[in-house]
T-cell receptor
């Protein structure tokens, strides 16, 4: 079983809609979770970090963490064409110095 | 500005040649990492280093080698033993704190023919 699993894409949403991305992790002791955005041909860039249960908002992005369900999500409100990218979920398993990455979900925002 | 510099951006080599990818960071980060990404695929860890003069194999270390003689530098050598070296290579770093995020360089696209 992979440490981090993301919902398979691609995900297509109309401009202005909410894009919802989901991620589950297998190690219950994981404490840190990250969302990265990767444009085609570019390197990943960090957009959100979350460590505690609940919601964390940053602009149009909201990360949600539920440790009991081992579930992390990312909501993109008022989606824009510039949000079209692959989104990577990552976690840090306990006792490890490596991040575990999901395979990514590709989002396309159609105008 | 602090950041991670990977060079060159594009690299072309003939099959059978070793090639070294450069990665330098001025973020004062303790840990550095090398990932490989193939088209439409996720990130796969090649090697990582938590401190100077020490490094560990990742999931796909065969055919690769690294060194960590300085805190700022973590070069990756792709040897002729790597069967399918054509890929996008990403260097990353993070602080020594276990829960810190990774910061990525801009990547090197290697093509071997």
């Amino acid at each position: 079983q992979k440490e981090v699993e993301q919902n398979s894409g691609p995900l297509s949403v109309p401009e202005g809609a909410i894009a919802s991305l989901n991620c589950t992790y297998s190690d219950r002791g994981s404490q840190s979770f990250f969302w990265y955005r990767q444009y085609s041909g570019k390197s990943p860039e960090l957009i959100m970090s979350i460590y505690s249960n609940g919601d964390k908002e940053d602009g149009r992005f909201t990360a949600q963490l539920n440790k009991a369900s081992q579930y992390v999500s990312l909501l993109i409100r008022d989606s824009q064409p510039s949000d079209s990218a692959t989104y990577l979920c990552a976690s840090v398993p306990p006792g490890d110095y490596k991040l575990s990455f999901g395979a990514g979900t590709t989002v396309t925002v159609r105008a | 500005d602090g950041g991670i510099t990977q060079s060159p951006k594009y690299l072309f080599r003939k099959e059978g040649q070793n090639v070294t990818l450069s990665c330098e960071q001025n973020l004062n980060h303790d840990a550095m990492y090398w990932y490989r990404q193939d088209p439409g695929q996720g990130l796969r860890l090649i090697y990582y280093s938590q401190i100077v003069n020490d490094f560990q194999k990742g999931d796909i270390a065969e055919g690769y080698s690294v060194s960590r003689e300085k805190k700022e530098s973590f070069p990756l050598t792709v040897t002729s033993a790597q069967k399918n070296p054509t890929a996008f290579y990403l260097c990353a770093s993070r602080t020594g704190a276990r829960y810190s995020p990774l910061h990525f360089g801009n990547g090197t696209r290697l093509t071997v023919t």
